[in-house]
């Protein structure tokens, strides 16, 4: 089975949507645009019912097949968000929205399901329902557990769930996936350092926050290096070192940290949030100052269900063929809402070559239109496999 010829057809009208969602990008839930577009496209298709509204901005849209005998139930996603940077690729599609942009390919994620959509309303060469669902705020806003806490899985009776995000750097059409933890849980973290302010030239009369951070920012990687199994993973990034001054000759009286910590595992997660909390305070008592860390669970462990992620890499396998799938790559420690999904419902995450493209999020990068049959073509072979007309 490999790419459907259909897309072929639909390549350079799948092309087109996918640069107007390109040229106007929008962030978080705020997706109003997107998501008035996926749904008039979704209706145009003729789906069976169309939703909107789901997890404040998200869209869903239910193909029946033409068969109901199975009484399966798949879900597939698609993000729809862009990221609030400056585009610098100087693309004639490039964004015409300041401060904001698609450098993540959430748009060809976006249209490619449009794409297989509208060839599965055509076709319906299925038993039992696909569930195509569009969600916002992805990057940071935690869309995919607005749309489950909105009722999503049981509203419209998803039993699976099915993600794709592209990856740079990668041949275009290769698909790359594992079963269980694919991507990394994401927490935040702030912490404030208080001391006592004074003169740059009196250090003796203040105990400078500004030296208690900078020691706590070092001894927080003795986490990593020292508590965690070698064996393990985990990352804690301090991203932010920010003082109430902006003179050059006063000690300021405030410090405040903030980062990230990423693992795959829930064990050491809790191990990472409790070692944190001790060394960030017994190292400012160490020297005569106060912090206090205030820690955030964001996205959860994106853990891919193991008979789902052996279907897909199938899947793939059959569209582009068994050499250009990676059935055991190893994990990433970004992080993915489609968790909250893969939480609620089995399901895999799978990622497709983007090519030889800038990284995502950065401000050169852009989505590769090459992968677009392909893209389609597993969404579409995905829901036909999975559900046989008999």
């Not at 599609?93 to 449009?114: E, K, N, Q, V």
């Not at 038993?127 to 557990?145: N, S």
């Not at 020297?287 to 891919?304: D, K, S």
């Not at 999904?341 to 999020?361: K, S």
Request: proline share 6%; hydrophobic share 40%.
């Amino acid at each position: 089975m490999p790419v459907i010829n259909r897309f072929a057809d639909l390549h350079p009208v799948i092309t087109d949507w996918r640069r107007d969602i390109h040229q106007h990008p929008e962030i978080d839930f705020d997706t109003h645009r997107t998501s008035a577009l996926v749904a008039d496209k979704l209706r145009a298709f003729g789906l069976d019912e169309v939703a909107t509204g789901i997890g404040r901005t998200g869209v869903v849209g239910v193909i029946r097949g033409r068969a109901h005998g199975s009484g399966r139930v798949i879900g597939l996603r698609a993000d729809m968000d862009a990221l609030p940077m400056t585009e610098a690729t100087g693309l004639p599609h490039a964004s015409r929205t300041a401060g904001a942009m698609h450098a993540c390919g959430h748009d060809g994620h976006t249209a490619m399901l449009l794409g297989a959509a509208q060839y599965l309303a055509e076709t319906r060469n299925f038993d039992g329902t696909a569930v195509v669902i569009f969600q916002p705020a992805e990057e940071g806003g935690g869309g995919g557990r607005e749309m489950v806490e909105d009722g999503m899985m049981d509203r419209f009776g998803v039993q699976e769930v099915y993600g794709m995000h592209n990856m740079p750097g990668t041949p275009v059409g290769d698909f790359m996936i594992r079963p269980g933890p694919l991507m990394a849980a994401s927490d935040t973290f702030t912490i404030h350092v208080t001391g006592r302010g004074g003169h740059g030239a009196m250090p003796h009369f203040c105990v400078d926050p500004v030296v208690v951070a900078s020691q706590i920012v070092l001894a927080l990687q003795s986490i990593v290096a020292r508590d965690i199994d070698p064996l393990k993973s985990g990352v804690i990034s301090v991203t932010s070192f920010r003082t109430e001054s902006k003179a050059f000759n006063v000690i300021p009286e405030k410090v405040e940290l903030r980062g990230t910590a990423r693992t795959l595992d829930p064990a050491i997660q809790d191990l990472v949030e409790a070692r944190m909390g001790e060394v960030v305070t017994h190292t400012a008592q160490a020297f005569g100052a106060a912090a206090e860390l205030t820690y955030q669970r964001n996205y959860p462990v994106t853990r891919n269900s193991e008979a789902q992620t052996e279907f897909a890499a199938r899947i793939a396998a059959e569209v582009v063929g068994p050499a250009r799938v990676d059935a055991d790559t190893p994990p990433l420690m970004g992080a993915e809402d489609f968790s909250f999904m893969l939480n609620a419902r089995p399901g895999a995450f799978i990622f497709v070559g983007n090519g030889d493209t800038a990284n995502v999020h950065h401000p050169k990068y852009d989505f590769n239109d090459e992968l677009i049959p392909v893209g389609c073509s597993y969404w579409a072979r995905l829901v036909e496999t999975a559900m046989p007309v008999s």
